[in-house]
């Protein structure tokens, strides 16, 4: 495979792929296809200029449903001192204080939206830390970069507050009026205090004022008495709440009863929540003790939950912060851990929905497919089976938007030097 394999003008046709069934309107697993381009999206019933793909694989290109770009590559001046939950809090609390100008915060915003293109993701969500005054400057930033990257990447934004900051008016309730005129998503972080039940509802009574969509953090522990994924799906059923609702994170189910977590998760499917998990920070996070190997991998019950037909996902999270220390924003790498991590193999043939096609399901994106219709924005990737994609980070794949290869260059490290202030 190589850029000068696809023709600069007119329409051709990709032979010899392998796809995901499940996004080519199929069944099982891997199928054979032949994709014919046309003025930027997939055509049907035409053969043109034939390029041979050489049995590669072929993927719509990705959905990361759950990313912080706000805290982004703040590593290098504020590294976590112990890899720690609490520490990461206090870390990046203390620098969001002291640094997170609207130009800091949009060059690391506009960095991880560079890396994400070019590994092939089309559409991001990001949550955004809005503690005053952190509000006023980096809503109007997403909202500049929303703009800036319009047909590259679909940006959407999250404010994310402690569930403790919460209530039906004051601050929260001006916060949900800037997330409406911003086309946002309403979001909290949601943990056990005396008076969930009370600010959940004030959440969703301002995201049902305003017609807008929810988005928690919760259960982000290995305390198997958080029961919050259970208390938001008991809200959303409580509301009739119409719009879409997605919580994150979700660590503690696993560590909870059999009988309880079986109760959480079928009221989970009854109310239509999308989950998404964060399988690379949370086992990075989760269960860390100084001097002790982790007992726990620190992920939700993915496989209890596809099996009663709620939507799973899976997302970056953060990247290269005192969250989680690496990553880059590329889906084909979370795919990779996520498939280790939760034994996704050996399973279904559908867990690949799971990056893409749930995602854009639970965003309100644009759909994820390979069908006639559906945009040229493709991934392929010289693996021709599952185990050949998973042995290697696919990093000589090729991406395509609408229909034209792109340079798939990361950014260098050095475009951030100049916020360290050391370098």
């Not at 203390?94 to 915003?109: F, I, T």
């Not at 086309?183 to 056990?192: K, M, Q, R, T």
């Not at 953060?318 to 690496?326: G, H």
């Amino acid at each position: 495979m190589a850029f000068t394999q696809f023709p600069r003008t007119g329409a051709f046709t990709l032979t010899n792929l392998r796809a995901p069934a499940c996004y080519a309107g199929g069944a099982g697993d891997l199928v054979p296809v032949s994709l014919t381009v046309r003025d930027g999206a997939i055509v049907e019933g035409e053969v043109a200029q034939a390029v041979d793909m050489g049995g590669a694989m072929v993927l719509p290109a990705f959905v990361d449903m759950h990313t912080h770009l706000d805290k982004g590559h703040i590593w290098d001046r504020a590294p976590n001192p112990d890899g720690t939950f609490m520490g990461a809090l206090s870390t990046v609390a203390a620098d969001r204080e002291a640094n997170w100008s609207a130009e800091d915060v949009r060059a690391r915003m506009e960095f991880g939206l560079k890396c994400a293109f070019a590994h092939g993701t089309r559409a991001v969500r990001t949550h955004l830390d809005s503690l005053p005054p952190q509000e006023q400057i980096s809503w109007p930033v997403l909202r500049e970069l929303r703009e800036d990257w319009r047909g590259r990447i679909e940006l959407q934004g999250a404010c994310l507050a402690g569930i403790d900051r919460v209530e039906a008016g004051g601050w929260f309730a001006d916060m949900a009026q800037i997330v409406a005129d911003s086309d946002g998503i309403l979001g909290a972080v949601a943990y056990p205090v005396p008076d969930l039940v009370e600010r959940l509802d004030a959440v969703f009574s301002l995201a049902a004022k305003h017609g807008l969509d929810v988005d928690f953090h919760a259960d982000e522990t290995q305390d198997p008495d958080s029961a919050c994924l259970r208390a938001i799906a008991e809200a959303v059923l409580r509301h009739g709440f119409e719009g879409r609702v997605t919580v994150g994170h979700c660590c503690s189910l696993a560590r909870q009863a059999e009988d309880a977590a079986d109760r959480t998760m079928d009221m989970v499917a009854e109310a239509g929540v999308h989950v998404v998990s964060l399988p690379m920070c949370n086992l990075y996070l989760q269960d860390r003790h100084a001097g002790r190997t982790p007992r726990s991998r620190g992920v939700t019950l993915v496989q209890e939950m596809k099996a009663r037909g709620i939507n799973v996902c899976f997302a970056s999270d953060n990247t290269r912060d005192p969250f989680y220390a690496y990553g880059d924003l590329d889906m084909i790498e979370v795919m990779r851990e996520a498939t280790r991590i939760g034994h996704l193999d050996h399973g279904r043939d559908d867990w690949v929905w799971s990056f893409a096609g749930g995602p854009a399901v639970a965003c309100g994106f644009a759909p994820a497919s390979l069908r006639p219709g559906a945009p040229a924005d493709l991934v392929f990737c010289r693996a021709r089976s599952w185990t050949e994609f998973f042995a290697r980070p696919q990093s000589d794949r090729i991406v395509m938007r609408d229909g034209v290869a792109i340079d798939v260059t990361l950014p260098d490290y050095s475009e951030l030097d100049h916020l360290w202030g050391n370098k």
